[in-house]
């Protein structure tokens, strides 16, 4: 008898749970577990900012002069610091108005044994001369926003990976004279691009991808941060990044828009800009995207670019702590994937 009421019983509990497992065609409910999230390290925007004030101490960082080897000495140091893999790559930057300078890339290697990588770039010298200013457009600007900013965004980067280490190598790269191209027009004044000067500009990535610090290199992508600090800076999808890396760039900007921030990475379409990543695409095919400052409309260069203006009192903690936090979001999601 205890075994039929035990059984009756059993008989009862299962009627009453199975009808709440089952859906009304009488299928199973199948569940599927949740996405884990990935802990994201805090991007420290006042680090971030002190590394920016830290070059443009040093002064305009225009290849061949002291305040140039001063900071590159410096940027070697702090990757070290941080437990990179250095190399210096010095090369001859032949300029378009006829001089030759010292310039040198820096390459900061995070787990340079791992096959599995990210490129992260920005280029670390200052323009040569304010070329759309209207007073002393001849003199060198400080290059704030257009130059450390990017470095600055980078060196806490690798603060981050050195405090919070993950499985994945990251390659961080500062290109040198980016930054000496021709872009002056006779005739129509210094503010208008002159045409076909594209080789002009973005030496040193363009001898890097000569000269790969490591033959047959590869990453699964890259990103390139170039005026990533200023404030009111807002960054359209460029153009080169959407032809050849559309898959890259929506993930960055679905990454920007669910953490908040897609009134800085705002979907609007901009031209195509000659910056590093072209020359990286160009030598090695890594799909490389340029975060870019464009906040003007249509997508255009802020004020300051090319003008003394460039200079710390523009360059916005809030910013920097943004495009930090995407950058990595990035990082972190996709050294969790199964490789």
Known sequence: MAYVLIAVMLLSVIGYILPKLLPDNG????????????????????????????QVDFGPRVPGTAAHKACAAWIVGEFKKYGLTVIEQPFKAKTYYGSTLDAMNIIGQYKP??????????????RHIASKDTKDADKPILGADDGASGV??????????????????IDFICFD?????????????????????EETWCLGSQ????????????????????MVGASGAKFP????????????VNKIWGIAAELGYSSLFVNTPAGAITDDH?????????????????????P??????????DNLSIIDPEVLRKVGHVAATVIYRTAAQPQ
Not at 113 to 126: F, G, P, T, V, Y
């Open 27 to 54: 299928k199973p409910v199948v569940t599927t577990p949740a996405t884990p999230k990935v802990p994201v390290p805090i991007f420290v925007a006042d680090s971030a900012f002190a590394y920016v004030k830290k």
């Open 113 to 126: 044994e791992l096959s599995n990588r990210i490129l992260l770039c920005a280029h670390w010298d200052s």
């Open 152 to 169: 600055g965004v980078m060196l806490e980067l690798a603060r981050m990976l050195q405090q919070n280490p993950v499985e994945y190598g």
């Open 177 to 197: 004279a980016e930054d000496l191209g021709d872009e002056r027009e006779p005739g129509a004044g210094v503010s208008v691009m002159k045409q076909n000067t």
């Open 207 to 226: 001898y890097w991808g000569q000269n790969l610090h490591k033959p047959g290199y590869k990453a699964k992508f890259g990103i390139l941060f170039d």
């Open 237 to 248: 999808r460029e153009g080169i990044s959407m032809n050849k890396a559309p898959e890259i």
């Open 278 to 298: 072209f020359f990286v695409m160009r030598a090695t095919n890594i799909p490389t995207v340029d975060i870019i400052g464009m906040p003007k409309t249509p």
């Open 300 to 309: 255009m260069f802020g004020d300051h670019h090319h003008t003394h203006f």
